[in-house]
């Protein structure tokens, strides 16, 4: 009997060569013994992310309408597992990451979401502190309403059969915002401060300045709440950062080895050659 799915782990991808492979590597390495997939979403990606994906066991499935809520859409439908666990492909995740949100999980049948922080694993040193000041915050609401008021899209867990799907009208800010509004309409949602993934900081690359005036108002808050009110997408997403790329996996905490295989496992045959170049993979780049 094939072993059931608990997770369903969608990793949304436009032209992330540089970064996948560190992303499917940490899932790797999960201590969770329980079965899960990994679903990438090829989103028009014109360099080698679907390949590094395949070759790394991870099921490839396409979405040409481009933007992240499309292809959130697309994964999540393609989905098998119990449960979608929304992940990013410039993140990488600490050996016990599902295992935490599966504990979350079994706290209570009234819990349809488990979400959590993001650290800035590279970047400029203001980026992490924005980081660290953004999710402290986030946590002291929780503490005191209950209420999950934001989450990171790289670290938001949801039961399948709790999802109304995304708003594919929606850009940035759809796949965070606007789906952690419509999981509090199905039930209670856990905030898990605890439980960070450890994600790039390449969007800080543009200085201070920019993120502050442009990239936070006008790219994520007034776009969000345009398309939301208009009900269709009036301004479009923000500009793709790809020209960084590298390795950030020594950002994760220091951890015993783990097998490395996504559950279900993929053909010995299939991963053997994909071990052997990992270290070229890791700072492929993505042009």
């Known amino acids: ?20 492979a560190d992303a499917l590597l940490s899932l790797q390495k999960q201590d969770f013994d329980g079965g899960f997939e990994v679903i990438v979403v090829d989103n028009n990606c ?4 679907a390949q590094i994906a395949r070759d790394l066991g991870a099921r490839v499935v396409t979405e040409p309408m481009p933007g992240v809520c499309n292809a959130r859409q697309r994964g999540t439908l393609e989905a098998r597992g119990e449960i979608v666990v929304s992940a990013d492909a410039d993140t990488v995740y600490g ?5 935490r949100i599966d504990a979350q999980f079994r706290t209570g049948d009234d819990v349809v979401a488990v979400v959590g922080p993001c650290e800035y694993a590279d970047g400029p040193r203001w980026g992490r502190v924005y980081g660290r000041t953004l999710f402290g915050a986030v946590n002291g609401v929780y ?7 934001y989450a990171s ?3 938001i867990a949801f039961r399948r059969d709790a999802w109304t799907g ?12 606007d789906q952690l509004r419509r999981l509090r309409k199905q039930g209670r949602v856990l905030y898990a401060h605890a439980n960070p993934t450890f994600t790039s900081g390449r969007r800080f690359t543009r200085g201070l300045a920019y993120n502050v005036f442009v990239s936070l108002p ?3 808050l007034l776009t969000y709440g345009v398309n939301r009110i208009a009900g269709r997408r009036v301004l479009g997403s923000a500009p793709a950062f790809r020209h960084e790329h590298g390795s950030f996996q020594a950002a994760l905490p220091a951890q015993p080895a783990a097998p490395a295989a996504l559950r279900p496992a993929a053909p010995a045959a299939a991963m053997a050659p994909v071990v052997a170049a990992t270290p070229v993979l890791a700072g492929r780049e993505t042009r």
């Open 143 to 149: 503490k005191l309403t209950g209420r999950a008021m």
């Open 46 to 49: 014109t360099d080698d992310t």
């Open 1 to 20: 009997m094939a072993e059931k799915i608990r997770f369903s782990v969608v990793i949304p991808c436009f032209n992330e060569a540089g970064y996948v």
């Open 218 to 220: 006008v790219h994520y």
């Open 166 to 177: 995304y708003d594919t009208n929606l850009t940035q800010g759809g796949d965070e915002l």
């Open 95 to 99: 050996r016990d990451w599902l295992s």
């Open 153 to 155: 899209a790289t670290n």
